[in-house]
């Protein structure tokens, strides 16, 4: 299993600025995803990360506000960029288990944009 | 966007009684998940249940796949005031498409 720690935990921005989220797993997996929880809501893909290549995104969500980096098989980052309201949420990444076995879970950032 | 849904949105029990969810999904998968969300945190993996298995056991917790109907069960035994929390099925599909896609959730409110 892979172990997954994620900072900030929880953040206040002003609207208008950015804020980066970092995941570190304590092994080296291929694909890592970035999620949204909108507040009451379930988990939305924002993008898939992969190692070496431009990350892949979902159907609304663009790059300029949501670029990703993944310069490691161990190491992402997802920055939310001039940030709104709306941007409020729960941010998760997360590692594709090995085979046909289970993901992996950082603890998740709360964000709250003010 | 969400393939699954999940019924109930809402379930409230004493403690000591059954609760079951139920989620449905709309394609084939390799797997199917569930996991648990305590106040808005991050994930904990509860079970995973291959396409090719019908029912599995972990503890309180038992997992049924129905892949003719596209559907599962999660059904926790004697429940606890500690069961208190979001639970979400998550299925992955594999081909071309490696995230998981997650059901819509049941928000469980286990009462002492």
């Known amino acids: 299993s892979a172990v997954i720690s994620q900072k900030p935990s929880r953040d206040i921005c002003q609207r208008g600025t950015s804020l980066t989220i970092q995941c570190q797993v304590d092994?080296?997996?291929?694909?890592m995803f970035w999620y949204r929880q909108q507040p009451g809501q379930s988990l939305t893909l924002i993008a898939t990360?992969?190692?070496?290549?431009?990350?892949?995104?979902e159907s609304g969500f663009v790059i300029d506000k949501f670029p990703i980096s993944r310069p490691n098989l161990t190491f992402s980052t997802l920055t939310v960029s001039n940030m709104s309201p709306e941007d409020s949420s729960i941010y998760l990444c997360?590692?594709?288990?090995?085979?046909?076995?289970?993901?992996?879970f950082g603890q998740g950032t709360r964000l709250t944009v003010v | 966007s969400q393939q699954g849904e999940e019924d109930p949105q809402a379930l409230s029990i004493q403690e000591g009684e059954n609760a079951t969810m139920n989620c449905s999904y709309k394609?084939?998968?390799?797997?199917l998940q569930w996991y648990r969300q305590n106040s808005g945190r991050g994930l904990v993996h509860l079970i995973l249940?291959?396409?090719?298995?019908r029912e599995k056991h972990s503890g309180r917790l038992r997992v049924t796949l129905d892949t003719s109907k596209k559907s599962s069960s999660l059904l926790i035994t004697a429940s606890r005031a500690a069961d208190t929390a979001s639970y979400f099925c998550?299925?992955?599909?594999?081909?071309?498409?490696?995230?998981?896609?997650f059901g819509s959730g049941t928000r469980l409110q286990v009462q002492p």
């Open positions: 394609t084939s998968i390799n797997n």
């Open positions: 997360s590692a594709e288990g090995q085979g046909n076995t289970e993901a992996f």
């Open positions: 249940i291959r396409s090719n298995e």
């Open positions: 092994s080296q997996v291929t694909m």
């Open positions: 990360a992969n190692q070496g290549s431009e990350a892949t995104y």
């Open positions: 998550a299925t992955a599909n594999g081909g071309g498409r490696r995230a998981l896609t």
